[in-house]
C-alpha cells in the first residue's frame, strides 16, 4: 500500500486532528513505508538513519492500538539514552494530544525514581525507558508487562553499541509471547539480526534506500541555537551577508506561518508558502518572490517542490530537516547557473546527531559558525552604507544638501560630525527589525534587566488592550515582545515597562503613532 497522505491510512479523528496541529504536510520515507504495516499487526524491522520522522512511525499505531478501559502497560519503547526517551516521549504525546484517556511515562535513570513509581502506581499505557531503569522497576516489581501488545526497539544498533544486549533481552523474556515487535535500527550487525531471528515472527523488513543525489557548490554552515533565538539569529545572518532573496524552510505549516509573523515584524518583506495555501495563493506569492518583491519566503519541503527561482542568495534550514534528501533538495535551490550561494542550518540540542547523518548521506561537511554579533552586524551596515555614500557622491546633484550641512556648520559642528551622525541614523534606519541597539538579549537573563515605564495617553476608556499596546511597540519599534514587561491598563492612560536601555527610542518612534485609531503621546515615568 502507497500512501501519500496521513489521510490515506485511515486514522481515528483524535489521531488525524493531532497530526493536523503537528502541520505534518505528508509522511516521510520511513513513515508511507512502516505505518501501513504496522497497522495490520505484522513484525516490522524499520532501516532507517536518525531524524527520518522513526517515532511518528511507530508512534501513530501504537496510539491507535492503545485500548483505554484495559488496565496495565500495553506498549513499551526501548531507547539507548534518557535524551532520546525524553524526546521520544514528548513525540508520542503530541501524537496522543486528544486521547486523554491515555497516560504516557519516560522511565530513565538521573530522575527521582518517586516520581516515576507514583506515575506508574498511577496506571500509564504506553512507557517510554532505557534499559537499565526499565529493568530496575521490573525488579521492584513497579512495572508489570504482562499486558503489553506492543514492543518497540528504538536505535537497537545503538543499544547494542553501549553494552544492553543483555538487558533488552531480559525485558523481552518477562513480555508475553503474543505482542507484536518493531524494530528500528540505522545498521545492521549480526547481534542484532540475531536477535530478530529469536524475537521477531516472520517480520517484515523495511529499508529506506537513499537516492544518489548530488550536492550542489554551496557554502554550507551551521548555527547551535536555542529554539526562542531562531528569528534573531535569521534576522542577524540576514543583515550580516546583505542577502536580498533568501528561502527558508521549516517542517511544517504551523511554524511556517508563525515565522512570517515574526519576520514581518520586524519589518520583512516576507510570505509563507504550504499547502493550506489555494492555488491562486501560491501564484500570488511565488510571482512576488520570482520579482523580488519579497526578502524571503518560508516554506514547507511539499510547498516548495518544483520550485526553481533564479537568484536565491541563501537557503536557510530553520528547522534540521526530517529526511536526509530534503536537505540536498532544499540546498540545491541557491547556487543556480553558476552564481554562489550560502546554506545555513539552525541546530538545537540533539539535532546536532541529525546532522551529522546528513553529512554521512551527502559526503559534505557542514561546519559551524559563530551567531553573528552586534557589531559585526553593524559594521557591515556601516560598509555596505559607505558605499551608498560614494555613489551618491559620484552621482552629483548635491546642492541643495550642502546649504544644510553648512547651517550646522555655523552651529559650530564640524562637517565631520554631520557625516558620522548622518551615517549613525542611516544605519539604524536601514536595519530591518529592532536596531542593533534594540536587539533581544540571546540568553535568558532577562530578569536581570533594568526596566523604564513608559506612559501613554490611552486606556480603557479608548478600548484599548494590553494586546494593542505590545502590538503598537513591537510594530512600530521593532521591539520584541518577549521584553515586553508589565503592562497596566488604567482608565484614561497605561503604563508599559520596557528594558531601560531602550526607552529612549521607543518613545521616539512611538510619539505621533496611532492605537485603536487615537493619536498616542508616550513620556518616561516614574508613576
Do not use: W
Not at 536518525?50 to 488496565?71: D, L, M, N, Q
Not at 555613489?391 to 552651529?411: A, F, N, P, Q
Amino acid at each position: 500500500m502507497e500512501i501519500t497522505s496521513f489521510r490515506d491510512l485511515g486514522l481515528s479523528k483524535e489521531v488525524q486532528r493531532a497530526i493536523a496541529d503537528l502541520g505534518f504536510e505528508e509522511p516521510t520515507p520511513v513513515q508511507a513505508g512502516t505505518i501501513p504495516v504496522i497497522l495490520t499487526g505484522r513484525d516490522i524491522i524499520g532501516q532507517a538513519q536518525t531524524g527520518t520522522g522513526k517515532t511518528v512511525a511507530f508512534g501513530i499505531p501504537i496510539v491507535e492500538s492503545i485500548k483505554p478501559r484495559a488496565k496495565g502497560v500495553q506498549a513499551i519503547i526501548l531507547c539507548p539514552t534518557r535524551e532520546l526517551a525524553i524526546q521520544v516521549a514528548e513525540d508520542i504525546k503530541q501524537v496522543a494530544k486528544y486521547r486523554r484517556d491515555i497516560g504516557i511515562l519516560p522511565v530513565y535513570g538521573g530522575q527521582p525514581i518517586e516520581r516515576q513509581l507514583r506515575a506508574l502506581s498511577a496506571g500509564v499505557q504506553i512507557v517510554i525507558g532505557t534499559p537499565g531503569r526499565t529493568i530496575d522497576h521490573i525488579n521492584r516489581g513497579t512495572l508489570r508487562l504482562n499486558s503489553v501488545r506492543m514492543v518497540v526497539m528504538d536505535e537497537a544498533d545503538e543499544m547494542l553499541n553501549m553494552g544492553f544486549l543483555e538487558d533488552v533481552e531480559k525485558i523481552l523474556q518477562v513480555i508475553p509471547s503474543e505482542h507484536q515487535t518493531l524494530l528500528f535500527s540505522a545498521t545492521m550487525p549480526k547481534p542484532i539480526l540475531s536477535l530478530t531471528s529469536r524475537y521477531l515472527k516472520e517480520p517484515e523488513h523495511v529499508r529506506i534506500v537513499h537516492k544518489e543525489l548530488t550536492v550542489p557548490a554551496v557554502q554550507q554552515h551551521y548555527y547551535e541555537v536555542r529554539e526562542t533565538q531562531k528569528p534573531e539569529v535569521l534576522s542577524r545572518a540576514i543583515d550580516m551577508h546583505g542577502l536580498k532573496l533568501s528561502l527558508v524552510f521549516c517542517n511544517t505549516k504551523k511554524k511556517v506561518d508563525a515565522v512570517v509573523m515574526e519576520m514581518q515584524a520586524r519589518g520583512y518583506l516576507v510570505e509563507g508558502l504550504h499547502g493550506d495555501l489555494t492555488q491562486s495563493q501560491r501564484d500570488r506569492v511565488m510571482d512576488k518572490f520570482r520579482k523580488g518583491a519579497l526578502d524571503m519566503l518560508v516554506a514547507t519541503d511539499v510547498a516548495a517542490r518544483g520550485l526553481d527561482v533564479e537568484g536565491i542568495e541563501a537557503v536557510f534550514n530553520y528547522d534540521v530537516p526530517q529526511d536526509e534528501e530534503y536537505y540536498v533538495h532544499r540546498i540545491g535551490r541557491t547556487a543556480r547557473a553558476g552564481r554562489t550561494g550560502h546554506a545555513f542550518s539552525f541546530v538545537v540540542g540533539r539535532e546536532i546527531y541529525q546532522l551529522r547523518e546528513i553529512e554521512r548521506f551527502a559526503h559534505i561537511k557542514i561546519s559551524r559558525k559563530p551567531v553573528p554579533s552586534l557589531t559585526e552586524v553593524e559594521e557591515t551596515r556601516s560598509v555596505t552604507l559607505l558605499e551608498k555614500v560614494r555613489e551618491s557622491i559620484e552621482e552629483g546633484d548635491l546642492e541643495r544638501y550642502t546649504g544644510l550641512v553648512e547651517r550646522l556648520v555655523r552651529e559650530d559642528y564640524s562637517t565631520l560630525d554631520v557625516a558620522a551622525a548622518l551615517l549613525k541614523m542611516m544605519v539604524a534606519t536601514d536595519a530591518k527589525g529592532p536596531s542593533a541597539d534594540m536587539e533581544e538579549p540571546l540568553e535568558d537573563e532577562r530578569r536581570f534587566i533594568p526596566m523604564a515605564r513608559l506612559s501613554v495617553n490611552v486606556g480603557r476608556k479608548d478600548k484599548v488592550a494590553a494586546k494593542d499596546v505590545v502590538g503598537a511597540i513591537a510594530g512600530e519599534t521593532g521591539l520584541p515582545g518577549k521584553l515586553i514587561g508589565k503592562i497596566e491598563i488604567r482608565e484614561r492612560l497605561s503604563i508599559v515597562e520596557i528594558p531601560e536601555e531602550y526607552a529612549y527610542q521607543v518613545v521616539a518612534r512611538l510619539q505621533g503613532k496611532f492605537i485603536k485609531g487615537h493619536k498616542i503621546r508616550v513620556e518616561q515615568t516614574t508613576k
